[in-house]
């Protein structure tokens, strides 16, 4: 099961770390930690993506800012409780991880694959300059019943491919991990930034061996 859960939930990235840890939680005497690692773009912008460490595959207390680093493993998600609402935190969980001198192309810097199913309906719309974009949320299963919920956004024929798309279809998508500042007005109405992670879809296919 843990080999399959590794195959249907692959990423990799390589980028410049530009926080240092910080304790998030422990298991079984394990403490897990998150970093935010900034990945370049091909243009002049990057996005900057946390990723949850455990402190047996590295020195959580050391600073390692500035440098360079290759992580791989899985896009998990979290349901964290907040003031009488649910939260989806995104980040990626690291099996392996090591510091790099070499930050490589940028097809290699940031990759992701997910095998999974649509659980709620798709939203298509149209841009004020008539771009095609459609959002996704995947259910990637994990072992013992546990499933990750990861947002995707397509755009172009990929958009209009997938608006078709009923709950429970069986998917497959490849892309990068993307982040993306927005403002959200609280209840007392001030604005705040937040930022939001999704899979910035590059192709996605329909596994036609099952109906939906």
């Known amino acids: 099961m843990v080999d399959k859960v590794i195959e249907n939930n692959r990423v990799s ?38 990723i949850m460490v455990s402190e047996r595959l590295v020195d959580v207390k050391k600073d390692y800012r500035g440098c360079t680093v290759e992580a791989s493993g899985q896009f998990r998600s979290f349901n964290r409780h907040e003031n009488n609402k649910n939260r989806l935190l995104l980040s990626i969980f690291a099996r392996e991880i090591e510091f790099t001198d070499n930050a490589g192309e940028y097809a290699k810097t940031n990759q992701i694959y997910l095998d999974g199913y649509v659980c709620k309906p798709p939203v298509y719309r149209k841009t004020p300059l008539g771009r095609e974009i459609a959002d996704l949320l995947i259910a990637v ?14 755009w172009g024929r990929n958009a209009r491919y997938c608006s078709r798309f009923e709950v429970g279809c069986h998917i497959r998508v490849w892309g990068r991990i993307q982040s993306r500042e927005y403002t959200k007005k609280t209840d007392n109405g001030e604005s705040i930034q937040k930022v939001a992670y999704e899979v910035s879809v590059s192709k996605i296919e329909f596994v036609d061996n099952e109906e939906c």
């Open 13 to 50: 990235i390589i980028g410049e770390i530009v926080s240092k840890f910080e304790f998030s939680h422990e298991v079984f005497g394990e403490g897990f930690y998150i970093v935010n690692v900034s990945v370049n773009r091909l243009s002049d912008s990057a996005d900057i993506i946390p």
């Open 141 to 154: 299963n994990r072992p013992y019943g546990k499933s990750d919920y990861i947002p995707c956004i397509t």
